[in-house]
Nanobody, 118 residues
């Protein structure tokens, strides 16, 4: 049974930082591209960042580029999202997801809430 469990969310003031973690089990982690997505209240889920199998390629949405950093530790089956200079508009539920084929994420976590106060 595949499980993705996010952690690290919380309440932070604007300008602050948080580090999200996503621990994976039940899959060959190093064979999956990992992504982070977010969904704000009343909005559709949007792409935030993704990292390829061995971390060789990183992709970010324009809204987080330069502020967020995605990384992974294949030995720990964990993907991270370091979020700096947070803004109120970053407030959302953040989800990690695993993809074994382009643009198709087969597995999703339950999400972790990030709230940025102004």
């Amino acid at each position: 049974q595949v499980q993705l469990v996010e952690s690290g969310g919380g309440l932070v003031q604007a300008g602050g930082s948080l580090r999200l973690s996503c621990a994976a089990s039940g899959l060959s982690f190093s064979r999956y591209t990992m992504g982070w997505f977010r969904q704000a209240p009343g909005k559709e889920r949007e792409f935030v960042a993704r990292i390829t199998l061995n971390g060789g390629r990183l992709y970010y949405s324009d809204s987080v580029k330069g502020r967020f950093t995605i990384s992974r530790d294949n030995a720990k089956n964990t993907v991270y999202l370091q979020m700096n200079t947070l803004k109120p508009e970053d407030t959302a539920i953040y989800y990690c997801a695993a993809s074994s084929s382009p643009a198709q994420y087969a597995y999703w976590g339950q999400g972790t809430q990030v709230t940025v106060s102004s």
